[in-house]
């Protein structure tokens, strides 16, 4: 079992629908993030948040909302969405990562089994 | 420039190969690298990673860092069908957030 739960882990909505993405970690990391992966190709990160501050929106397009409660939770919140926005969202989380610590340490991301995401 | 660069590939090896995967990165403050493997419809999964320069061996698996040229590498020995998936290069990057390169999918064929 992953430290890193996602759910729902399958999603069809439509592109007049409000729906949200959960993400839980129980590993008792400081960072958070969403990426999305389209098929065929690289993951794409979206938001990342450090000591539930968002530290990164990699311009993405406001239609998706990050919303961050504690160091444990994260959440994505989705809504008029485009076909296009189908893909696999997947959620991850590491240990400290702070400005300075972009050197070593246990830095490794683990990841959640992601949300196959449809908009019809 | 890309933070964190791969060949996308695709790369082919027979069975009992040596299959060698390429990374490069931009950031010279990134000290730790980290790679994953993502089996197809599967989320990623650290399979190694590495803080030093030289060599760090795991059993079939060997990553190979060189600071000077911004290079991280991953060899695996004795590929096996089962090793086909996309293999992801990461790595701290300037603003704090671990970035990861395109990824470069590898097959194994019998």
């Known amino acids: 079992e992953t430290g890193v739960t996602q759910t729902p882990r399958h999603l069809v909505m439509g592109m007049t629908n409000k729906k949200s993405l959960k993400c839980e970690q129980h590993l008792g990391h400081n960072a958070m993030y969403w990426y999305k992966q389209s098929a065929k190709k690289p993951l794409e990160l979206m938001f990342v948040y450090n000591f539930k501050e968002q530290t990164e929106n990699n311009s993405v397009p406001s239609r998706f909302s990050p919303e961050c409660p504690n160091s444990s939770h994260l959440f994505l919140h989705l809504h008029t969405l485009q076909p296009e926005d189908s893909a696999l969202y997947l959620c991850a989380s590491s240990p400290l990562l702070r400005r300075q610590d972009r050197a070593g340490g246990n830095t490794e991301a683990f990841f959640g089994q992601g949300t196959r995401l449809t908009v019809v | 420039q890309k933070e964190v660069e791969q060949n996308s590939g695709p790369l082919s090896v027979p069975e009992g190969a040596i299959a060698s995967l390429n990374c490069t990165y931009s950031?010279?403050?990134?000290?730790?690298f980290f790679w994953y493997r993502q089996y197809s419809g599967k989320s990623p999964e650290l399979i190694m990673f590495i803080y030093s320069n030289g060599d760090k061996e795991d059993g079939r698996f060997t990553a190979q860092l060189n600071k000077a040229s911004q290079y991280v590498s991953l060899l695996i020995r004795d590929s096996q069908p089962s090793d086909s998936a996309t293999y992801l290069c990461a790595a701290p990057t300037s603003y704090g957030k671990l970035t990861f390169g395109q990824g470069t999918i590898l097959t194994v064929h019998p």
């Open positions: 950031d010279r403050g990134s000290q730790s």
